[in-house]
């Protein structure tokens, strides 16, 4: 099994920053992808940006492209996602996924077998 544990959300105010991480534990695979995934009540979870520990390819979502970043430290099983030059529309609870192996399309939730229990994020105009 798999946990992950999301911390860093929080309120900004638009053109403001916030780091988010999420610290995996359990048996985790050293080839395996990690993304953020951002949910509205009522709506699907939408990638934002995913990560692979073996070469450390990354996508974004069109959305995010050049205000976000994602990282990871491999040796603490943690990915970061740096979110910068934030909008309102950014408000959403975000959810951390990991999956061992890779992914034909990353940044779909549907191939992700664990998630964290998501951390809000709140971007005040």
């Known amino acids: 099994q798999v946990q992950l544990v999301e911390s860093g959300g929080g309120s900004a105010q638009a053109g403001g920053s916030l780091r988010l991480s999420c610290a995996a534990s359990?048996?985790?695979?050293?080839?395996?992808?990690m993304a953020w995934f951002r949910q509205l009540p009522g709506k699907g979870r939408e990638g934002v940006a995913t990560?692979?520990?073996?070469?450390?390819?990354?996508y974004y979502a069109y959305s995010v492209k050049g205000r976000f970043t994602i990282s990871q430290d491999n040796a603490k099983n943690t990915v970061y996602l740096q979110a910068d030059s934030l909008k309102p529309e950014d408000t959403a609870m975000y959810y951390c996924?990991?999956?061992?192996?890779?992914?034909?399309?990353?940044?779909?939730?549907?191939?992700?077998?664990?998630w964290g229990q998501g951390t809000q994020v709140t971007v005040s105009s």
């Open positions: 996924g990991l999956v061992a192996g890779h992914l034909i399309d990353p940044l779909s939730p549907n191939g992700y077998h664990y």
């Open positions: 990560i692979h520990t073996r070469g450390g390819s990354t």
């Open positions: 359990g048996n985790t695979a050293s080839n395996r992808c």
